[in-house]
């Protein structure tokens, strides 16, 4: 049996020990609460770094596209953005870069949505409105993302998306202000954010198996609050 000397003695060793953790615990909270102080960045630092610098990638079949309408995708660039753009014949890209003239920060930015959104399919004069407007966005995904679908289900939900001659397509199209394009099973939409989300709601119930005429209903509505916001 312990004596009383060794019990109060092993009983100080346990208080002593507590009172060192809690001090150990009041010290780390102490440490997390005081915030890590930093210096105020200045604007000018920031353009005075090294040049910005975006590649697209281009895929084989808009080579042709690209050769021809080159123009219209250089001028916009070049005059509007005050940026620097060339196509890489060895690495296949088209390479933007910032010049001594390049104002806006978000510019580079901007031309490599416009130059992505040309490689995805889209029209130039849809995608150059990336350029002019501030509240476009590009959102891609795939039908497998949706609703995992192999051979002949696969052609038919490309089907329902796509319609007769495109007539499904261009209703989603006019109901969303959106503009999409349907390449295999891969889906690409250019509009605001509330559009695209509209537009990818109607794309995922026919891809779902709703029938058109549900979903023609349902964009009827949308195009009647759409409609009623303006």
Known sequence: MATTEEFQLKRSDRKRKRETAEE???????????????????????????????????????????????????SPVVEYLHLQIRFNLRTRCVEIKTSEQTEDIQALQKAADFVKAFALGFEIDDAVALIRLDDLFLESFEINDVKPLKGDNLSRAIGRIAGKNGRTKFAIENATRCRIVLAEDKIHILG???????ARTSICNLILGSPPSKVYGKLRNVAARTAESF
């Open 192 to 198: 605001s954010y509330q559009n695209i989300r509209n």
């Open 24 to 74: 150990e615990n009041a010290t780390m909270d102490t440490e997390q609460t005081t915030a890590a102080q930093f210096p105020q960045i200045n604007p000018a630092q920031l353009e005075e770094q090294t040049d910005g610098f975006r590649k697209v990638t281009i895929p084989a079949h808009r080579y042709t596209p690209l050769k021809e309408q080159w123009m219209k995708i250089y």
